[in-house]
């Protein structure tokens, strides 16, 4: 059996790669479960190429489900943010791609800078099980998370002070509702990668790696958020070489 092969019998066991897709995060993907696009279908597809198998999807609506299935067995591919609560029960490529994290908040409100809104009394509203709900679960001191299915509308349905998002979509948002703003200095960088689970053979993970090396430096990751029309996301710098 060669390289390739073996490594497509063990990221793919059913003959099939199963990449579970999250919908939920337009910078990512987008379409419907029958016709997803975007470039996490993209590099999808371009795996399932390299390994000479078909390529099926398993779209959701939210990190954690897209999680859930691959940590289940549901799914044989995922694509996720890089964070410390998720790295026991996934390997992680190199990031991809970045994205950056930004607050909404009401146009008055005092707020000016990410670290003012770590107070006492401060709700922020979050998409459950997000990479910025990981994050600020982590990192927050004094202000209360508040989580939903979207930050925005748990912002919207308890008169949040402060709604944490993805900066396109919360800058889109804020420009359709004129009481609102959104602080421009980012609280994070979101670091998405591919990933799949540890248990892979160390050549499959290996496989995964220089295949992303490989898409971010050969234009493919750039040409594919382009076709999708996602500015804001940039191609993530060279992983650094052990």
């Known amino acids: 059996m060669g390289e390739l092969s073996a490594v497509a019998a063990d990221l793919a066991p059913t003959g099939t790669l199963r990449a579970a897709v999250n919908l939920g995060n337009p910078v990512l993907a987008h379409g419907t479960p029958a016709e997803p696009g975007g470039v996490t279908v993209d590099l999808a597809r371009e795996v399932a190429a390299r390994l000479d198998v078909p390529v099926e999807f398993a779209c959701f609506d939210a990190a954690r489900k ?13 694509f996720l943010a890089v964070e410390p609560a998720r790295a026991a029960e996934v390997a992680f490529t190199a990031p991809y791609v970045v994205i950056e994290g930004v607050y909404l908040v ?70 359709a509702h004129p009481g609102t703003r959104v602080i421009p200095e980012r609280f ?8 799949t689970t540890p248990d ?22 750039a040409e594919a958020l382009r076709r999708a029309g996602q500015p804001d996301a940039v191609v993530a710098p060279a992983a650094a070489e052990d």
């Open 66 to 78: 897209s999680f859930e299935a691959l940590t289940s067995g549901a799914a044989d591919l995922a």
């Open 106 to 175: 009401p146009r008055e409100s005092p707020f000016a800078s990410p670290a003012e809104v770590d107070r006492p009394g401060v709700r922020i509203g979050v998409k459950e099980g997000s990479a910025y709900d990981l994050y600020l679960t982590r990192t927050l001191r004094h202000a209360t998370i508040v989580r939903g299915e979207d930050g925005v509308t748990a912002f919207e349905a308890h008169g949040l002070e402060v709604a944490a998002g993805i900066r396109r979509p919360v800058t889109a948002y804020a420009a």
């Open 188 to 195: 994070m960088e979101i670091r998405q990668a591919v990933c």
């Open 200 to 221: 892979r053979r160390p050549a499959t993970i290996a496989f995964l790696h220089g295949l992303v090396e490989e898409l971010k430096a050969g234009g493919f990751v």
